[in-house]
C-alpha cells in the first residue's frame, strides 16, 4: 500500500526555469492538497481540491498552478521559479473533505532555487 | 495570514519529564488536530477533537480543546526520546486546514 507518493525527492532549479511536483494517492481519496513547510512557519496551503475537475487556492497560491483531472493525481506547477520558493512542499489526502478527515501525507520534495 | 501560533517553539527536556504544548489563535475552528512530523517525513496524525472542552488521552499523550474552540493543549506525561520530534497543531474551517507554527520537542535519554 503505497499511500501518497511524490516525486522527486529533491530537485534544484534555476531562478526563471519552470517545473512539476507530482503527486499519486492510491487510497480514493477525493480531497487531495498542497502545502510548503518552512522554518518556523509550520505548514501553508498553498492549492487543495476537493475532488477530479476541482480545484481552489489555499493561503499561498502565486506563483504555483494546479489542476486534477483524475482522482489519483494533483500535481503543482511552478511557473517560473524564484528564490522565494525555496522549501520542502508536503503533497496530502483525505478520504473526505471538511476538516475532520485525517490528513496522509507524502514524504515531501525539497526544492532549492538558485 | 498565520492563524494559529504553538509555543513553545522549541523544547529540550530530560527523559522522564513532564511538558505542555500549546496551540493559540483568534478564530474559531470546527475541530483540531495535532500532527507528529519526523524528519524526512511527512506529518502523521496523532488526534482529532471536535467538541469545545473535549479531552483525549493517547497513551501518555493527553489532548484538550479550548471550550470556545479557538484554542489547544498537548502534555506529555514521562516524555521518552522516542516523543521526539516537530509536534504540529492543524485547526480545521471549511475545506482548509491551518497548521501552527510548530514545536520542536528533544527528549534526552
Known amino acids: 500500500n503505497a499511500g501518497v507518493t511524490q516525486t522527486p525527492k529533491f530537485q534544484v532549479l534555476k531562478t526563471g526555469q519552470s517545473m512539476t511536483l507530482q503527486c499519486a494517492q492510491d487510497m480514493n481519496h477525493e480531497y487531495m492538497s498542497w502545502y510548503r513547510q518552512d522554518p518556523g512557519m509550520g505548514l501553508r496551503l498553498i492549492h487543495y481540491?476537493?475532488?477530479?475537475?476541482?480545484?481552489d487556492q489555499g493561503e499561498v497560491p502565486n506563483g504555483y498552478n494546479v489542476s486534477r483531472s483524475t482522482t489519483e493525481d494533483f500535481p503543482l506547477r511552478l511557473l517560473s521559479a524564484a528564490p522565494s520558493q525555496t522549501s520542502v512542499y508536503f503533497c496530502?489526502?483525505?478520504?473526505?473533505?471538511?476538516?475532520?478527515?485525517?490528513?496522509?501525507f507524502g514524504e515531501g520534495s525539497r526544492l532549492t532555487v538558485l | 495570514t498565520q492563524l494559529l501560533e504553538q509555543s513553545p517553539q522549541f523544547l529540550s527536556i530530560q527523559e522522564g519529564e513532564n511538558l505542555t504544548v500549546y496551540c493559540n489563535s483568534s478564530?474559531?475552528?470546527?475541530?483540531l488536530q495535532w500532527y507528529r512530523q519526523e524528519p524526512g517525513e511527512g506529518p502523521v496524525l496523532l488526534v482529532t477533537?471536535?467538541?469545545?472542552?473535549e479531552v483525549k488521552k493517547l497513551k501518555r499523550l493527553t489532548f484538550q480543546f479550548g471550550d470556545a474552540r479557538k484554542d489547544s493543549s498537548l502534555h506529555i506525561t514521562a516524555a521518552q526520546p522516542g516523543d521526539t520530534g516537530l509536534y504540529l497543531c492543524?485547526?480545521?474551517?471549511?475545506?482548509?486546514?491551518?497548521f501552527g507554527t510548530g514545536t520542536s520537542l528533544t527528549v534526552i535519554p
Open positions: 481540491s476537493v475532488g477530479a475537475g476541482i480545484t
Open positions: 477533537v471536535v467538541t469545545g472542552g
Open positions: 492543524a485547526g480545521g474551517a471549511g475545506n482548509q486546514f491551518y
Open positions: 478564530s474559531v475552528f470546527s475541530s
Open positions: 496530502a489526502s483525505s478520504q473526505v473533505g471538511g476538516t475532520t478527515g485525517e490528513l496522509f
